[in-house]
């Protein structure tokens, strides 16, 4: 039976799912966490995507995530697609991490109350849990989830926003606004240690575990009336669809890089596919987008794409002072659009 579309949009915001095949886990030890991190944060980078809540759960994790560009499906893919290769690497395994299709729950973002219950929701994940102890224990003491950055903005993250979940507590990110902010989350871990049925301690939570729209009657019109425009363009969604945004994206960095270089794009794809010039074009789109390897390859002339990531990672490991000094002065392109 063909899938329904992802609705995609600029300014969508989700509840991402996504659960280990067969139940099985996803991280194995802190460091798979902090693989994950890292791939989320390239992630953020190649998308521009805002992350307002996170938690790493051992066979699952959740996001509440802001896409200021309609480009969720490829985003997703390289993500899940990147950490699941990463895992295989290092633990020596082949074959499918991540269950089936992720989750994607469309979240109406206008009132406040529906994003704030998502945005507790996946904080409170590790209380319903139990990964720690509910009496004695702090919610801020399990690691992997974005609660304990809440209250210690050093150690964010630049695609971490705090400032969303904390306005619908009408609070501000400051040392009382923080306070307030646990004091608020302390309570909320006193009524899941005190449910009899701790995933249905709250009653929004059930429509965020099995709907696939959270908000407000209009709201979920307005999604209806997207995924009906959807479905009259294709007749098919067996696989899953690819935005414009990102192409989009990087036609417009490879225009800027080559002027960067001092170069007119005509003379890049002339030259030798492994030239440092073309290096540095695959490492920027590489970094900043979400383009296939394919995609690089053939439009900079550079051979066969799944050898293309060696001349990325030949740029981003030089040594050579010329080099980076052009590296960096790449990057400053992808600065002015953050």
Not at 48 to 70: I, S
Not at 192 to 220: H, N, Y
Request: charged share 30%.
């Amino acid at each position: 039976m063909p899938r329904k579309p992802r609705v995609e949009f600029e300014g969508a915001i989700y509840h991402i799912m996504s659960r280990g095949n067969r139940g099985d886990a996803i991280f194995l030890d802190d460091k798979d966490c902090e693989t994950f991190l890292d791939t989320l944060d390239e992630a953020c980078t190649k998308t521009g995507w805002l992350v307002h809540a996170f938690v790493l759960m051992g066979n699952h994790y959740h996001l509440l995530l802001e896409t200021p560009e309609a480009n969720l499906v490829v985003g997703m893919k390289w993500l899940q697609g990147t950490y699941t290769q990463r895992f295989n690497s290092r633990h020596k395994l082949w074959g499918h991490l991540l269950q089936g299709r992720y989750k994607a729950l469309l979240v109406d973002g206008s009132g406040g109350d529906y994003f704030s219950a998502v945005s507790s929701y996946i904080h409170l994940n590790p209380a319903r849990a139990k990964c720690f102890d509910l009496l004695e224990g702090k919610l801020s003491d399990f690691r992997w989830s974005s609660y304990p950055l809440y209250l210690k903005p050093a150690k964010r993250p630049v695609w971490l926003r705090v400032d969303r979940t904390l306005g619908c507590l009408g609070v501000q990110d400051d040392t009382r606004g923080r306070r307030r902010f646990a004091d608020y989350m302390r309570k909320r871990v006193g009524e899941v240690a005190g449910s009899a049925q701790p995933m249905e301690a709250d009653g929004s939570w059930a429509g965020i575990r099995r709907g696939w729209c959270l908000g407000s009657e209009r709201f979920r019109e307005q999604m209806l009336e997207r995924l009906e425009t959807l479905s009259g363009k294709r007749e098919s969604f067996s696989g899953e669809e690819v935005g414009l945004h990102d192409e989009g994206e990087a036609e417009h960095l490879l225009k800027a890089g080559v002027a960067v270089l001092g170069m007119a794009e005509p003379e890049l794809v002339a030259l030798r596919k492994g030239a440092d010039e073309k290096a540095l074009i695959a490492w920027l789109l590489r970094k900043h987008c979400a383009v296939s390897n394919a995609w690089i390859a053939g439009r900079l002339d550079m051979g066969r794409a799944d050898c293309l990531s060696r001349y990325p990672k030949r740029i981003e490991q030089t040594e050579d002072r010329e080099l980076i000094n052009k590296r960096e002065q790449l990057r400053k392109i992808t600065r002015l659009r953050d």
